[in-house]
């Protein structure tokens, strides 16, 4: 079992990346998990919203919103000794956590099939883990954060593919600002959307 702290939507405040570096701390979380826009636009390196977690000394994966971008992903993880997660599978005990970066929409959007395949080809190295997290910034369409979310960000129909046949225990997202906390269960995946108060959870 792994103790999980999942954020995301920070868009360049680094008060955000402190209170949840704390938190982690006082609840003795192993791992950071930050689900995209962490900043506010590609490229923009913004002192201290990773650092507080870097030097809380937690291990810290991310994926990249449609703010941010890949390009300030892989910056992030250069300057702070991360883990950009896009397209890759990591393993923490018997947990696999599979990453998908940006959205469909904004920097870097990504077509739907481009979703579903990079989240299905990081599925298949660690289909023989009992636990199987995706940590996508994109929400998926028809989930109730795609009803409550502004019109001009639509769900993923990709990623709403990859649940129904890859069937992860669960799925961090945010990208909702107005859905930030919601929980559902949509087949067999628990769908958060963890926003930049964070959840904290056992996986």
Same mark, same amino acid.
């Given at each position: 079992?792994?103790?999980v702290? $999942?954020?995301?939507? &920070?868009?360049g405040?680094s008060?955000f $990346?402190?209170?949840? $570096? ?6 003795n979380?192993?791992?950071?998990l930050?689900c995209g ?6 490229g ?11 030097d809380a000394?937690?291990?810290v994966l991310?994926?990249?919103?449609n ?8 910056l ?15 393993r923490y005990?018997?947990?696999g ?14 077509e739907e099939?481009?979703? &579903?395949?990079?989240l ?6 660690i289909?023989?883990?009992s636990?199987?997290?995706?940590m996508t910034?994109? &929400?998926?369409?028809?989930s109730?954060?795609?009803k ?8 993923s129909t990709g990623?709403l ?5 890859l069937k992860?225990?669960?799925? &961090?997202?945010?990208h909702?600002?107005e859905a ?5 269960i949509i087949?067999?995946t ?11 959870l056992?996986i």
């Amino acid at each position: 079992m792994v103790r999980v702290l $999942a954020a995301g939507d &920070f868009h360049g405040n680094s008060i955000f $990346a402190r209170q949840l $570096a704390d938190k982690a701390v006082k609840e003795n979380v192993e791992l950071i998990l930050l689900c995209g826009d962490i900043v506010e636009s590609q490229g923009e390196h913004k002192i201290g919203i990773i650092a507080p977690f870097v030097d809380a000394g937690k291990k810290v994966l991310l994926v990249t919103g449609n703010h941010d971008g890949f390009v300030t992903g892989d910056l992030l993880a250069e300057i702070y000794g991360i883990k950009h997660v896009h397209g890759q599978a990591l393993r923490y005990g018997d947990v696999g956590i599979v990453g998908c970066s940006g959205a469909n929409c904004g920097w870097d959007a990504l077509e739907e099939e481009e979703i &579903f395949s990079t989240l299905r080809n990081g599925t298949k190295k660690i289909s023989y883990l009992s636990k199987k997290i995706f940590m996508t910034h994109i &929400f998926p369409k028809d989930s109730l954060m795609d009803k409550m979310s502004h019109s001009a960000l639509p769900g993923s129909t990709g990623l709403l593919k990859a649940i129904k046949e890859l069937k992860p225990d669960i799925l &961090f997202c945010s990208h909702a600002h107005e859905a930030e906390g919601v929980e559902e269960i949509i087949g067999n995946t628990r769908v958060i959307c963890v926003g930049r108060q964070g959840k904290v959870l056992d996986i």
